[in-house]
């Protein structure tokens, strides 16, 4: 886990093919630059899917926003998906006022792990790697 100026925090998980950044607190400004950091580096191994669980996350600024659209196209080029995770309602109104809903894929945490819970998570990212050789 991460904690950015006290402000936010950040933590990487992986269930099965599915890599997940999880926010919590503030995103803004001053958190992005990490953001961008751990999101470029979790995207190296082209991910299939990425998400971003945010059931944590108290407040995004448009700079917090940019970040986001950033790694969208970051993962597009790559060819994988980004899942926007567990929103909670005030953030996801901002989303939807900005009209972001029609490029972000949002989903409640119960869609999320109904859909995707039944990865496998015995397979890991060496095997991946294997597989391919």
Same mark, same amino acid.
Not at 10 to 29: P, Y
């Given at each position: 886990?991460?904690?950015? $100026?006290?402000?936010?925090?950040?933590?990487?998980?992986?269930?099965? %093919?599915?890599?997940?950044? @999880?926010?919590?607190?503030?995103? #803004?400004? @001053?958190?992005?630059? !990490?953001?961008?950091?751990?999101?470029?580096?979790?995207? @190296?191994?082209?991910?299939? /899917?990425?998400?971003? !669980?945010?059931?944590? /996350?108290? *407040?995004?600024?448009?700079?917090?926003? $940019?970040?986001?659209?950033?790694? /969208?196209?970051? &993962? %597009?080029?790559?060819? $994988?998906?980004? /899942? &926007?995770? $567990?929103?909670?309602?005030?953030?996801?109104?901002?989303?939807?006022?900005?009209? =972001?809903?029609?490029?972000? @894929?949002?989903?409640?945490?119960?869609?999320?792990? =109904?859909? *995707?819970?039944?990865? #496998?998570?015995?397979?890991? #990212?060496? #095997?991946?790697?294997?597989?391919?050789?």
């Amino acid at each position: 886990m991460f904690r950015i $100026g006290g402000l936010v925090e950040l933590k990487l998980n992986t269930t099965g %093919k599915i890599k997940t950044i @999880e926010i919590a607190g503030k995103f #803004d400004i @001053e958190s992005t630059e !990490e953001f961008e950091s751990i999101f470029n580096k979790l995207i @190296e191994s082209s991910p299939n /899917l990425v998400s971003i !669980e945010m059931s944590r /996350l108290d *407040y995004i600024d448009s700079s917090g926003i $940019g970040s986001l659209i950033k790694s /969208l196209n970051s &993962l %597009k080029n790559k060819k $994988g998906k980004l /899942l &926007l995770v $567990g929103m909670k309602p005030m953030i996801q109104n901002v989303f939807k006022l900005a009209k =972001l809903d029609m490029f972000f @894929e949002i989903m409640s945490s119960n869609d999320f792990h =109904l859909k *995707y819970s039944n990865t #496998d998570s015995d397979d890991s #990212d060496i #095997d991946d790697l294997l597989k391919r050789n």
